[in-house]
Nanobody, 125 residues
Framework: VQLQAFGGGLVQAGGSLRLSCAASGRTFSSRVMGWFRQASGKEREFVASISGGGTVRSYADSVKGRFTISRDNALNTVYLQMNSLSSEDTAIYYC???????????????????WGQGTQVTVSS
């Protein structure tokens, strides 16, 4: 499974961005997908996850109510809609996929088998 994240960029505080992550392979719908982020000088942290069928979603407290994770299994793509962005959201955002057959939610990095290359999100205040 190869993952490619894109959609990052520079946005003003209070603005929105939508990240996308395209996955290769035919097992996408059988994997929990997650978004993580790593700010400069900090450890990578969980942001959100979504089950294979899209019915189970989990969010970090810091993004709950502002971010929405979704997926389109026909397109092998997972999304992260980010609203009301603040400077604290500035980070490199990574998408990740769990092992085949996993069910959600999945919040630990160790539960993910495949990782994308990351996309930079910078929020200016």
């Amino acid at each position: 499974v190869q993952l490619q994240a894109f959609g990052g960029g520079l946005v003003q505080a209070g603005g929105s961005l939508r990240l996308s992550c395209a996955a290769s392979g035919r097992t996408f719908s059988s994997r929990v997908m997650g978004w993580f982020r790593q700010a400069s000088g900090k450890e990578r942290e969980f942001v959100a996850s979504i089950s294979g069928g899209g019915t189970v979603r989990s969010y970090a407290d810091s993004v709950k109510g502002r971010f929405t994770i979704s997926r389109d299994n026909a397109l092998n793509t997972v999304y992260l809609q980010m609203n009301s962005l603040s400077s604290e959201d500035t980070a490199i955002y990574y998408c990740a996929a769990t092992t085949f057959g996993s069910t959600g939610p999945r919040r630990l990095q160790s539960e993910y088998e495949y990782w994308g290359q990351g996309t930079q999100v910078t929020v200016s205040s």
